[in-house]
Structure formats: structure tokens, C-alpha cells
């Protein structure tokens, strides 16, 4: 019976690829940018934390169709940045409030500059960033994935990839400055100020790409 039942289900995935049907991925959402089209389990993931945000309603299918770009351009412009529909790691790191972390030994290869920096933690709110509130120095929202640099050190809207101690890395943008953000210095965001605390002071290597 159990030769049976592989058999058939077999025979049901021939079909469908003959068919011309992609199979879903089995993808963790934050393993990849997501775009109108994408289908696979990360997409699923991507709408069930839409939908826990008041972002969209409706089905959770898989499926990057028209509702789930739409949502996504929702949440971007509440984060006032480029409304394009796609859910690139940023997005993803916004919504989800955790960076995607990189394994070790996966530092970028390329890098303009890598640079030995000292590493400390904000959260939005007056706490951490005084009359700025939530917003960055651009004006966009703060939020994991976007850190505050010295732009004389590391320009703003630079894209950078820090590395931890431990060989373990994430993704950043450069969106924010600080008073107390000079020379070999940044402040990575976090969602809540007992985070920030939780993370101390690190140093990290970041390289500019």
C-alpha cells in the first residue's frame, strides 16, 4: 500500500511539472528578496506578518500576487521609503523587527573599505533619540536593519554588512547620525530600548559595499 501511495504521489508531481507548475519553495522568510511572482513558504510567512500588522487581509496562499505587493508598498511608505512593492531584506528586517543573520565566513567579498568599529544599540522613541523620535536623519522610520553613522567616516545611504566577533554578520543601511556617533563609531536599531541595552557595546568589523 505504502508503494502504492509513493507511486501516486509521484505520479501527481509528474504531472504537474509537465504541466509547467513550480513547486513551492521551502524557503525561511529573510533567506531571499520577494518579488511579485515569488511563490514558496516565505511568501506565506510574508503575508501571515503583513496580516499581524494590519497590512492586508485575505489569503495566505504563497502566492506574490497583486494584494501582497500592494500590502508591501503600504508598509513602505508607513516607513517613508521607496514604495516599490518589493520585499527586499530591509523590508523583511522592518517587518519581522529581526535582522537577517548571515552565517560565518559569509563576509561579503568586494568591499570598498573595512573598517574596525565599536558597535552600540538605539531604539526609536525620545529614550534613545530625543526630539527625532521614531525618525531617522533621512526622515524614515527607525527600525532593525538601518544603523547611525559617522557620515565623514561612513556615508549616508551606504549600504554595509557588519561583522560580529563570533564570525556571524547582518545587512544595514546607513539612514541616521547620533551626537554621540563620531569617528569609528555606529548605533545599530533595534525595536525596543531593552534590546539596545541587551545588545551593550560591540566591536564589530563593517564593511562598506
Not at 547620533?178 to 560591540?202: C, H, L, P
Request: charged share 20%; with cysteine; aromatic share 6%.
Amino acid at each position: 500500500m505504502k508503494n502504492i501511495k509513493k507511486m501516486i504521489v509521484c505520479s501527481i508531481t509528474m504531472f504537474a511539472l509537465a504541466l509547467g507548475a513550480t513547486p513551492l519553495a521551502a524557503a525561511a522568510l529573510g533567506e531571499r528578496e520577494l518579488a511579485p511572482g515569488a511563490k514558496g513558504d516565505d511568501v506565506r510567512q510574508l503575508q501571515a506578518a503583513l496580516a499581524a500588522k494590519g497590512f492586508v487581509s485575505g489569503d495566505r496562499d504563497g502566492e506574490y500576487g497583486s494584494r501582497t505587493a500592494a500590502a508591501v508598498r503600504k508598509l513602505e511608505k508607513s516607513l517613508a521609503i521607496e514604495a516599490d512593492g518589493v520585499a527586499d531584506l530591509g523590508v523583511i528586517t522592518a517587518l519581522t523587527g529581526k535582522s537577517a543573520a548571515v552565517k560565518q565566513g559569509a563576509a561579503p567579498s568586494g568591499s570598498k573599505r573595512v573598517l574596525d568599529i565599536v558597535a552600540t544599540a538605539y531604539a526609536p522613541g525620545p529614550h534613545d533619540n530625543g526630539k527625532w523620535g521614531s525618525l531617522t536623519h533621512l526622515g524614515t522610520q527607525v527600525r532593525p536593519g538601518i544603523i547611525a553613522v559617522d557620515p565623514r567616516v561612513i556615508p549616508l545611504g551606504s549600504r554595509v554588512y557588519i561583522e560580529f566577533a563570533d564570525g556571524h554578520g547582518v545587512y544595514a543601511v546607513a539612514e541616521d547620525t547620533g551626537g554621540a556617533i563620531k569617528g569609528n563609531r555606529i548605533d545599530i536599531a533595534m525595536w525596543t530600548v531593552s534590546e539596545a541595552y541587551k545588545f551593550g557595546m560591540q566591536k564589530v568589523k563593517v564593511h562598506v559595499l
